[in-house]
């Protein structure tokens, strides 16, 4: 009866901080998940082969096509929440926004290393352990060099 009669009621008021915060961030979740639906049920081709959602890695592991999507929509996800947050810090500091704002931060900071390094297959080396490839400036591999 109170959501009924709150809802009758021609004056207007403003929405407090925690309903603000609530419904955006279940607008970013939703959005979030829809574009994850549509790029799971294979609406959207992420590959341009059919057969990749069938090829094996040479360590008997199935590739899944939809992985790097996935993980795109959800680290964008994360990205606008912190952001979100961190307006929302910026303006005036609560402990809930700021402990918000540490979580989507991290797994934000977690989805951009994994979108950067994850993907790569490491080249070990069988005589030495070390990884073959040679790589410069901030990552550089003096074992694989001396090879």
């Known amino acids: ?11 207007p008021r403003t929405a407090t901080d925690l309903e603000s915060y ?3 961030t279940l607008g970013f979740a939703l959005l979030t998940l829809a574009v994850i639906c549509i790029l799971l049920t294979g609406f959207l081709p992420v590959s341009s082969q059919v057969a990749a ?5 040479s360590d008997g592991s199935i590739k899944d096509p ?3 999507p996935t993980l795109i929509a959800t680290t964008t996800y994360h990205a ?3 952001f979100y947050l961190y307006t929302k810090v910026a303006y005036g500091f609560t402990f809930g926004f700021g402990v918000g704002l540490v979580a989507s931060a991290g797994l934000f900071c977690v989805g951009v290393w994994v979108l950067l390094f994850g ?5 070990i080396s069988r005589r030495t352990g070390a990884d073959k490839r ?3 400036f901030p990552f550089e ?5 001396r090879e």
Do not use: C, I
């Open 141 to 145: 591999n003096k074992e694989s060099a």
């Open 119 to 123: 993907s790569e297959k490491g080249r």
């Open 22 to 24: 609530l419904s955006r």
């Open 1 to 11: 009866p109170r959501l009924l009669v709150s809802l009758l009621v021609s004056e």
């Open 134 to 136: 040679t790589s410069n």
């Open 80 to 82: 606008t929440s912190a």
């Open 53 to 57: 959602a069938q090829e094996e890695d």
């Open 66 to 68: 939809y992985a790097y």
